[in-house]
């Protein structure tokens, strides 16, 4: 068996080829009496001919659940969808009818929000750089809430709403000082990086009371978020525990209650079967205590909370399905094996060194393992899909791969690397399928350069 020494030491050799992690794949998805894998009662190999490869594939109704667990688990919070992980137009109108709300970043989602005819009163608008058009068209459709990231910022909302009657509900985010134990790229609550207003040199104080003092604005409370695919709870014990002294400090000095503190997202999901992500029951359960003890030893009352979930609601919701091209067998250290699409439907590897694994999905097989690299077709070294898992030895051209755990950030992260045609969002639900977002052409990638 082929294998290299530098391979992650949880790496074992699986007992079964054809087994499919409970924790890592939709509820939907299954092996067929013919050894194809399922998703929803219906047939990869079947989806992949009519829709082509590659292909995110999603399982609509176990979305749908995980929207209703959490919904469940966090009956007394706000829980805003983030958006930035995936989002279309059907991805908006499950979160409504699921009683979610919604987490927009950008003016496209924005946009993409209203075209779902979402209710602008259940948004929140994030931002570190927000233009004049974004909060305009936010103000326009009744956004609920805008979190405040700057003083330019609180200065430009200003100006917009001046003379206008409209005075938006704010939430000054605070840069709580706390590096989560994540990726560098995306651990978001500590001093040297970009967003919010530092707590350690009193930006944090000043733009609470500059947004209470402004006639035009409605500042209702106070929002952190300390980063992505995060396991563990002692962070957000830090951070609210922090917020909430931020809140309690303004509340005695200005005699005004702040009724909400936002407390962001970034909960894991696992991409590996030997990771363990917490449950939705004990994140609600682990954030409530914070607060409540917080608030207790401050002396003050306990807030209405908010998260904003992303990756964790819509993770394990797909599955990426690739077609195989070529098989190259390096000996001594392990096999090639290259597919249709890579860093364009999933820079994830190369960007924060994902992890992902991958399954024969036509067919089931008895092949001894290998070790094995999934490459992409790009013309880059670093277009890896799964860096190091094991598929059987008699994977061969034209075979399928399914990626289990592509629901977010590789949609909303693809490109047009290579001049490559982003793939398609194709949704199983209730026994059949449908195309959520189509697949792009040569022709639209044309139609952009005027030559």
């Known amino acids: 068996m082929t294998q290299t020494a530098k391979r992650p030491q949880w790496l074992g050799v699986p007992e079964d080829l054809n087994a499919l992690s409970d924790g890592l794949w939709a509820a939907g998805v299954t092996r067929g009496a013919d050894g194809a894998l399922t998703v929803g009662g219906l047939s990869v190999p079947r989806l ?6 590659p292909m995110y594939l999603f399982d609509e109704d176990d979305f749908r659940a995980r929207c209703g667990r959490f919904r469940t688990a966090f009956h007394d919070f706000d829980v805003y969808y983030a958006g930035k992980a995936f989002l279309s137009k059907a991805v908006a109108r499950i979160c409504e009818e699921t009683g979610l709300s919604l987490d927009v970043c950008t003016l496209g989602e924005l946009r993409t929000a209203m075209a779902a005819g979402f209710p602008g009163e259940r948004m929140v608008l994030h931002g570190n750089n927000k233009s004049a058009e974004e909060l305009a068209t936010a103000l326009r459709h009744g956004v609920g809430r805008i979190v405040v990231d700057s003083f330019d910022e609180l200065a430009l909302l200003k100006q917009l709403v001046a003379g206008s009657g409209v005075r938006p509900k704010v939430l000054v985010r605070v840069n709580v000082g706390v590096r989560a134990d994540t990726h560098a790229n995306i651990a978001t609550a500590h001093d040297d990086q970009k967003f919010g207003f530092s707590l350690r040199n009193g930006d944090a104080a000043t733009a609470v009371s500059y947004a209470h003092g402004a006639d035009e604005l409605e500042l209702v409370g106070l929002h952190m978020h300390l980063g992505s695919q995060i396991f563990g709870m002692e962070s957000f014990e830090t951070g609210v525990t922090r917020i909430m002294k931020v809140r309690a400090d303004f509340m005695r000095q200005c005699g005004t209650e702040l009724p909400v503190v936002n407390v962001g997202g970034g909960f894991a999901i696992a991409y590996r079967d030997h990771e363990r992500p917490l449950p939705p029951d004990t994140i609600a359960d682990a954030l409530r205590g914070f607060a409540r003890r917080s608030c207790e030893e401050l002396g003050v009352s306990v807030p209405r909370l908010s998260i904003e979930p992303g990756r964790s609601l819509v993770g394990r919701s797909a599955c990426t399905i690739y077609r195989v091209g070529t098989v190259k067998n390096v000996e001594g250290l392990r096999a090639f094996v290259s597919v249709d699409g890579g860093m364009s439907d999933n820079i994830r590897p190369a960007l924060y060194d994902g992890i992902y694994s991958a399954v024969l999905a036509n067919r089931s097989t008895s ?20 860096r190091d898992d094991y598929l059987a030895a008699d994977v061969s051209p034209g075979d399928l791969l399914a990626v289990p755990c592509t629901g977010a950030y590789c949609r909303s992260l693809s490109n047009n690397f290579n001049h490559t045609p982003r793939p398609p969002v194709v949704a199983v639900g209730q026994g059949r399928a449908k195309v959520w977002i189509r697949r792009e052409t040569y022709d639209d990638l044309l139609g952009l350069d005027l030559g």
Do not use: M
Request: aromatic share 4%; net charge negative.
């Open 367 to 386: 092949a001894q393992p290998r070790l094995t690299r999934v490459v992409g077709s790009h013309c880059d070294a670093g277009d890896i899909v799964v």
């Open 48 to 53: 992949a001919a009519e829709f082509g490869t």
